[in-house]
């Protein structure tokens, strides 16, 4: 096993410890190479799932769930006001916020959709997705845009400032666009690192590099959540591949009931084969 795989895995078991409650009765699932590590992990702990549905995000995650002998459930079979105990994904970046890049896989939509009905979010990943802003070696932001929107959903992210957005294509040559399963495209859109609020506090500083920051796109540079909210405002647009905002547990505080997209951590195996946890609560407290 490569040492990047072993990250994955450790980080994977770690999450599985510390975050899986063998009395759940709704488990989300997300998608990528990582989270077969946490099914694994969950199998390995030994104890019985026969009253536990888990959910995933999508084709390959639902495989993943059934190989293993568990009970997949469809997200639209979840009964009405019922929230997941806690959903488990990957993510393509994520920054000291947690705000996290998601839909390099193309499961963007289906991602989004299980994080926000989850009481808790999860994100499991490797050494390579810890960043301190995101775009910083993700290279776009993944969008998911209904076909027939593409030209215009295209001019739109142009005019916000995106360099040379462009629908993914397929893996053979000529199969044109790739599809996700709802039957979209999904289109990579490259911004420039995209800035935390504190970013946006400091800009009030002497130093230079940060004098008269705003993050309204201006000077090429956003806000990470200013910018998921304008790219969502494009017709076309169905889901964003930026998480950002609030974690489940804050909705909840507040007598909401779904929308948290930010996990309220994340562990990251790294190469030396120990794991870095990143926790929404030790933010809260630094910030």
Not at 127 to 150: A, D, F, T
Not at 175 to 185: A, M
Not at 215 to 222: A, S
Not at 224 to 253: H, W, Y
Request: with cysteine.
């Amino acid at each position: 096993m490569s040492d990047i795989e072993s990250a994955k895995r450790s980080a994977a078991i770690r999450a599985v410890k510390e975050h899986y409650d063998p009395n759940s009765k709704f488990v989300g699932i997300g998608s990528g190479s990582t989270i077969v590590y946490v099914v694994e992990a969950i199998q390995a702990l030994g104890k019985d799932t026969s009253h536990i549905r888990f959910v995933p995000t999508g084709y390959q995650s639902r495989q993943v769930i059934v190989r293993a002998g568990l009970t997949p459930i469809a997200f639209d079979s979840i009964p009405d006001g019922t929230l997941l105990d806690v959903a488990f994904d990957g993510a393509d970046e994520v920054d000291e916020d947690l705000n996290c890049i998601k839909g390099g896989g193309a499961c963007l939509y289906q991602e989004k959709l299980v994080a926000t009905h989850a009481r808790k979010f999860v994100c499991v990943a490797d050494y390579r997705k810890l960043q301190p802003r995101l775009l910083s070696h993700w290279p776009s932001i993944p969008i998911e845009v209904e076909p027939l929107s593409l030209h215009t959903v295209l001019a739109s992210l142009r005019h916000l400032g995106s360099n040379n957005p462009e629908v993914r294509t397929g893996t053979q040559s000529k199969s044109g666009p790739l599809k996700t399963d709802q039957d979209n495209f999904i289109v990579d859109a490259p911004f420039l690192p995209l800035l935390i609020p504190s970013d946006i506090k400091n800009s009030n500083s002497s130093h230079p590099a940060h004098k008269g920051m705003e993050g309204r796109g201006d000077d090429g540079r956003w806000e990470v959540e200013t910018l998921a909210k304008e790219i969502k405002l494009i017709e076309g647009v169905l889901s964003v591949g930026v998480f950002s905002g609030e974690n489940g547990p804050q909705v909840l505080s507040r007598g909401g009931e779904t929308g948290g997209q930010k996990p309220v951590a994340a562990y990251f195996g790294m190469q030396d084969g120990s794991v870095e946890v990143r926790r929404a609560e030790d933010r809260k407290a630094s910030s």
